[in-house]
């Protein structure tokens, strides 16, 4: 897609661009927040046994785990 300065465009030009913008966004299927937030909701608790940032890492399984001690003397 070519660059378009806003600047350079007429009045009408950038009339047309929002219209065409409006009914793109007309197009889109819209949801209530709630609906989307229970869906949201059932899908982390379906998938929350193999979340590793839900029920972290095994230490077995752990590459960041410290391998020995730094002792000073």
Do not use: H, W
């Not at 047309?16 to 609906?35: D, G």
């Not at 869906?39 to 590793?52: C, F, G, L, P």
């Not at 095994?58 to 730094?70: A, L």
């Amino acid at each position: 897609m070519p660059f378009i300065n806003i600047e350079d465009l007429t009045d009408l030009d950038k009339a047309k661009m929002q219209v065409a913008q409006k009914k793109i966004e007309i197009k889109l299927e819209r949801m209530l927040t709630s609906k989307c937030c229970e869906e949201i909701k059932e899908y982390i608790t379906a998938r929350e046994e193999e979340d590793i940032l839900f029920k972290g890492i095994p230490e077995e399984k752990n590459p960041f785990k410290e391998k020995g001690g730094c002792v000073v003397c």
